[in-house]
Every structure is written in structure tokens, then in C-alpha cells.
């Protein structure tokens, strides 16, 4: 069973920076393509960025670019966010995702992690 475990949530402040890991139990990272997602309060769901299973190629929320950084790092069974210049705006339950190209098409993610808060203040 795939287990996605998010974590380095937090409180900041805006212009700060975070980063987020999700590590991958069960099975070995790269056989999936990955993806972060967010909710914010009173907001519907909303795609971040996602990244192929060797990491050689990723696609961001078009907001969101030149911001946020995912990067993975199979060794280590895990998938980062780096976000930078934080603000208030990106303050939401963020959360990993993951999907077995071979049988799972793009957005098509079946295994969801529990999420990590995130806060920016003004």
C-alpha cells in the first residue's frame, strides 16, 4: 500500500520561505509521478505543481512559477516544495500526490497524503 506522508508545515511570515517533503512508504518513489496540491480556506482544491517519475521535468500552477520549486530525490523516497516569497495568499493545507503513469493518466492521482498547514501572516 502507498503511504504519503507530508510534512515542514508551519506559521510564517510573508516574504519568508518553506519547504515542503512528502515521503513515499510502501513502494519506491519512482514509479510514480507526484504532485502538490492546495486547499485554502473556503477555496476548492487547486493543483501546484507536479513532476515526472525521474524528475527530469516539471509543470506549475502558472501563479505559481517562478515561486514554488518541486524536486524529488528517489533515493531518498521523497518529494519536495520549495516555496519561496511567501504570501498571505498561499496560506492553505498543502498536500502530495501520487500516480502510476503506466495505468493513471495526468491528473489522474490515486494516492493522496494527509496534508501540512501552512500559514503566511502579513
Known amino acids: 500500500q502507498v503511504q504519503l506522508t507530508e510534512s515542514g508545515g508551519g506559521l510564517v511570515q510573508a516574504g519568508d520561505s518553506l519547504r515542503l517533503s512528502c515521503r513515499v512508504s510502501?513502494?519506491?518513489?519512482?514509479?510514480?509521478?507526484m504532485g502538490w496540491f492546495r486547499r485554502g480556506p473556503g477555496k476548492e482544491r487547486e493543483f501546484v505543481a507536479d513532476?515526472?517519475?525521474?524528475?527530469?521535468?516539471?509543470n506549475y500552477a502558472p501563479s505559481l512559477q517562478g515561486r514554488f520549486t518541486i524536486s524529488r530525490d528517489n533515493a531518498l523516497n521523497t518529494v519536495f516544495l520549495q516555496m519561496d516569497s511567501l504570501l498571505p495568499e498561499d496560506t492553505a493545507v498543502y498536500y502530495c500526490?501520487?500516480?502510476?503513469?503506466?495505468?493513471?493518466?495526468?491528473?489522474?492521482?490515486?494516492?493522496w497524503g494527509q496534508g501540512t498547514q501552512v500559514t503566511v501572516s502579513s
Open positions: 500526490a501520487a500516480r502510476n503513469p503506466v495505468v493513471q493518466g495526468p491528473g489522474e492521482y490515486r494516492w
Open positions: 510502501g513502494y519506491r518513489a519512482a514509479l510514480f509521478a
Open positions: 513532476i515526472t517519475r525521474p524528475g527530469d521535468w516539471a
